[in-house]
C-alpha cells in the first residue's frame, strides 16, 4: 500500500486534470481546495481498475471537506456550508 | 504620426500576396453562415450590426490580429459583439469555454443544471434485476470489474447515454467489457442479435 502523504486536518488542492477514462475525481471539485477529514483506508486504484490493470498499490483514500462557497461562485446558502468528496491521494497535493 | 489601426494595411510594407484559392472548412463556414444570420442580413433578428463585428475584429491587439486565422478573428470578434450587446456575458462564455476546453464527460454531472429530482421508488423489471445480477455475478468471478463495467457506461456518446434508461446502459457496458475482455466477440455478439431480430 502507498503510505498515507497526508493526515486530517491538512490542507489540501485537487488537481485541476483532465485525463480520460474513469476517474472518480468529480469535474466540479477538480482545483478546489479543502481539508482531510478522514483516511478512509486504501484501496486498488479505480482507475487502473478500469483499464483492466490491477491497480496496486492500493491507493489511499481521503474524505476531504471543502466549503460550499469555495465550490460553486453563486453559492447562496450559508457561508459554513461544507461538502465531502472522497478522493484517491493521487488527485491531491499540499495546499 | 497619426495611429494607424493595425489591421489597416494598404500601402504597408508586407509579404507577397498569394492569390490561392483554398476550400473552406466546416467551421469556417458555419462561423460565415452564423456571423451573417446574427447581423440580420437573412431577414433574421438582428443582434449586432456588421460594422460593430467589423471593430471588433480590428480592435483585436496585432499580437491576436497577426497570429489568427481569418475566421478566427471572426468568432471572437462575434462573441465579443454578444458580450457587449448583453446577449451572453463574458463569465457565461468563459465558463462554457472551459467545459469545452476541460473536457468534462457527459455523465460528469455534478452542480450541472438540471431537472428537479423526483425521489420516487420503483419496482424493478425481471431483465433488469438479471442484468444486476449478472454484472455484479461476473465481477465476483473475477471475469470483470465494476470500474470497467463504469468505464463502459461513461464511454458511452452523450446521445446515447441520455436516450437510455439506467439498466439500458448497464446491458451495453457490460456487452462492451465482456467484449474487451475477450469473453465474447463483436462477431457472435452481432450474429447473435442478429437471430434474434
Same mark, same amino acid.
Given at each position: 500500500m502507498s503510505e498515507a502523504r497526508f493526515k486530517p486536518g491538512e490542507r489540501v488542492k485537487v488537481l485541476k486534470a483532465?485525463?480520460?477514462?474513469?476517474?472518480?475525481?468529480?469535474h466540479y471539485i477538480r482545483g478546489c481546495v479543502g481539508e482531510v477529514e478522514r483516511i478512509c483506508g486504501a484501496f486498488p486504484n479505480p482507475e487502473e481498475l478500469a483499464q483492466m490493470r490491477d491497480g496496486l498499490p492500493p491507493q489511499?483514500?481521503?474524505?476531504?471537506?471543502?466549503?460550499?462557497?469555495?465550490?460553486?461562485?453563486?453559492? %447562496?446558502?450559508?457561508?459554513? /456550508? $461544507?461538502?465531502? $468528496?472522497?478522493?484517491?491521494?493521487h488527485w491531491l497535493e499540499p495546499a | 504620426m497619426i495611429g494607424r489601426r493595425h489591421h489597416d494595411m494598404g500601402g504597408q510594407p508586407g509579404a507577397k500576396v498569394e492569390?490561392?484559392?483554398?476550400?473552406? &472548412? /466546416?467551421?469556417?463556414?458555419?462561423i460565415d453562415a452564423m456571423a451573417v444570420l446574427l447581423w440580420g442580413q437573412k431577414g433574421t433578428r438582428k +443582434?449586432?450590426?456588421?460594422?460593430?463585428?467589423?471593430? &471588433?475584429?480590428?480592435? +483585436?491587439?496585432? &499580437?491576436?490580429?497577426?497570429?489568427?486565422?481569418?475566421?478566427?478573428?471572426?468568432?471572437? %470578434?462575434?462573441?465579443?459583439?454578444?458580450?457587449?450587446r448583453g446577449v451572453v456575458t463574458g463569465e457565461e462564455l468563459a465558463r462554457k469555454m472551459q467545459d469545452v476546453l476541460f473536457m468534462r464527460q457527459h455523465h460528469d454531472m455534478g452542480g450541472r443544471p438540471a431537472g428537479k429530482v423526483e425521489p420516487t421508488e420503483h419496482d424493478y423489471e425481471e431483465w433488469e434485476r438479471r442484468v444486476d445480477a449478472l454484472s455484479v455475478l461476473l465481477g465476483s468471478r473475477k471475469i470483470l470489474t465494476v470500474d470497467e463495467r463504469r468505464r463502459a457506461i461513461e464511454s458511452l456518446p452523450p446521445d446515447a447515454y441520455d436516450a437510455m434508461s439506467y439498466y439500458e446502459r448497464w446491458t451495453a457496458a457490460l456487452a462492451q467489457t465482456l467484449i474487451q475482455r475477450g469473453v465474447i466477440t463483436v462477431e457472435e455478439l452481432a450474429r447473435k442479435m442478429n437471430e434474434r431480430s
Open positions: 483532465y485525463p480520460p477514462g474513469h476517474i472518480r475525481t468529480p489511499p483514500l481521503y474524505r476531504v471537506r471543502f466549503l460550499q462557497k469555495n465550490i460553486w461562485p453563486d453559492y %447562496a446558502g450559508s457561508p459554513s /456550508d $461544507v461538502l465531502e $468528496v472522497e478522493i484517491y491521494q | 492569390p490561392l484559392e483554398h476550400d473552406y &472548412a /466546416d467551421w469556417e463556414r458555419r +443582434l449586432f450590426s456588421v460594422d460593430e463585428h467589423r471593430n &471588433a475584429i480590428e480592435s +483585436l491587439p496585432p &499580437a491576436a490580429y497577426d497570429s489568427m486565422a481569418y475566421y478566427e478573428k471572426w468568432i471572437v %470578434a462575434l462573441s465579443q459583439c454578444m458580450v457587449q
